[in-house]
């Protein structure tokens, strides 16, 4: 048996449970980079094909309505294939996005590959979590499912450092084919690493596979696996979990209630805002092209770093306390980029602000959504209920993607900031009064706590 204690007995993931990790994981990666590195692509495309401001959101959002549509529908068939089975979809989507994108023969033909892209984003926001927070001991699972996250926040480092690198390579008409394309060497690797994971042994024991469950458990290094399926098949009883357990349902509204708002929330923040126009907000401010770019690599480098402490701190501090630290954080900086727009002056402070901004996001929503999310519903609708809370999150998106740039055009840039920081202080407020604390909680007791069953 594959142990997960250290000679004092001391709990630590072991070889298994981090490949398993990191390749779950990996998904994530994809998303940060097939998400953001329409930033760099945007203003060729707005050239090449005479987009109108409408147009140009339309190009970003229609990978988003892709997410919507991708998260919703991941939580059935994930249901039914397992996260393992439903992720090597994904991984078929991505490539099949970047391929298409990048020899796009016309704006349909690349709005319709960004779309199939947008499938696979949403469902590997949806599974990839699901499939590690299954697979973790409760006392490593924050930082674990953590690990989705902070590839994400990887994947968009890449994005603008490929950008930015490409950019340099001065391949004139052909650049932001590049830049799109490039994409399909980790949508590879992401596929073939997908044949070398178990299956979740909850999912296992909601088949009523229970000698593959508790392998599963063992190989994962879990404390005591015997226990930990007898407590999994207890919950999977109590809630009669079947393939058709519908999340919508009364018993359902506190889990959903945070689901769908922490999901809002995120996008409510201005994040993937910032993110994807991020070269236009830098331009809006008088910085040069190549300017933009390295200022790119440096907001990415930021919201790296500080996903890590972020990562560092979920079990410690736990979700609650830092999505609290982050609201406040946040809410102060966007009041201050909506400041500089508005008066006109200090731009040198632009940058400043909004890498405090992304520091604050990312050591609190950043880390803290796909954890929460895949916390707070029972096994048997889990994915279901991972798929409601990243439709909310990529809903959000959407509409803030597609709005952005007709609001900054008709008018001003400060508008969506002034927005923005009053929509963090809202969360704060929330969290404070309404959010629980589930940090250090196994999955099962986190279902009796919400569900009122104890």
């Not at 098949?233 to 009364?250: D, I, K, Y």
């Not at 790296?304 to 701190?313: D, E, P, R, S």
């Not at 954890?371 to 991972?386: D, L, N």
């Amino acid at each position: 048996m594959v142990s997960g204690f250290n000679a004092k007995g001391s709990m630590r993931p072991n070889f298994p449970l981090m490949r398993a990790t990191l390749t779950g994981a990996l998904g994530g990666l994809l998303f940060g980079f097939d998400t953001v590195v329409i930033a760099g692509a945007i203003d060729a495309l707005v050239k090449l094909y005479a987009l109108s401001p409408r147009e140009e959101g339309f190009t970003v959002a229609i990978g988003l309505v892709g997410t919507v549509i991708g998260a919703l529908g991941a939580g059935q068939v994930g249901q039914r294939l397992g996260s393992r089975e439903t992720l090597r979809i994904t991984a078929i989507l991505y490539l099949a996005s970047a391929f298409g994108c990048g020899l796009a023969w016309s704006w349909p033909a690349f709005l319709f590959f960004r779309f199939v892209g947008g499938l696979g984003i949403g469902a590997s926001s949806v599974l990839g979590p699901v499939y590690i927070a299954e697979l973790a001991p409760a006392k490593w699972r924050g930082r674990l499912v953590a690990a989705f996250q902070l590839n994400v926040v990887f994947g968009v480092l890449l994005a603008y450092v490929s950008n930015y690198v490409i950019h340099t390579l001065n391949l004139s008409a052909a650049e932001w084919r590049w830049q799109i394309g490039i994409a399909a060497i980790p949508a590879v690797f992401f596929l073939v690493l997908l044949f070398g994971i178990p299956r979740s042994p909850r999912w296992s024991a909601s088949k009523k596979r229970f000698d593959e469950a508790l392998a599963v458990l063992r190989m994962m290094g879990d404390p005591n696996p015997e226990a930990e399926l007898a407590d999994i098949r207890a919950a999977l009883e109590q809630e009669h979990a079947t393939a058709h357990e519908r999340v919508f349902q009364w018993k359902y509204r506190y889990p959903l209630f945070l689901a769908i708002s922490i999901g809002a929330f995120n996008q409510l923040a201005g994040i993937n805002a910032i993110l994807y126009y991020l070269n236009d907000i830098f331009a809006a401010a008088g910085f040069s092209q190549m300017s933009s770019y390295q200022q790119a690599v440096a907001i990415g480098a930021t919201n790296f770093v500080f996903t890590l402490v972020g990562m560092a701190f979920i079990d410690k501090l736990g979700r609650k306390t830092l999505l609290l630290i982050g609201a406040a954080g946040c809410a102060a900086c966007l009041a201050g980029v909506a400041w500089v727009y508005a008066s006109h002056t200090h731009p040198g402070a632009l940058l400043w602000l909004l890498v405090t901004f992304i520091a604050f996001f990312s050591v609190s929503q950043g880390a803290v959504i796909w954890v929460y999310i895949g916390e707070v519903f029972p096994t048997s609708v889990r994915s279901k209920g991972q798929g409601v809370g990243a439709a909310s999150h990529w809903f959000m998106n959407t509409l803030i993607q597609l709005e952005f740039p007709v609001v900054v055009h008709s008018m001003s840039t400060a508008t969506p900031f002034v927005f923005f920081s009053i929509m963090t202080v809202v969360q704060f407020l929330v969290v404070l009064f309404v959010y629980p604390e589930t940090k250090g909680h196994t999955l099962e007791a986190l279902q009796r706590k919400l569900l009122g069953q104890e």
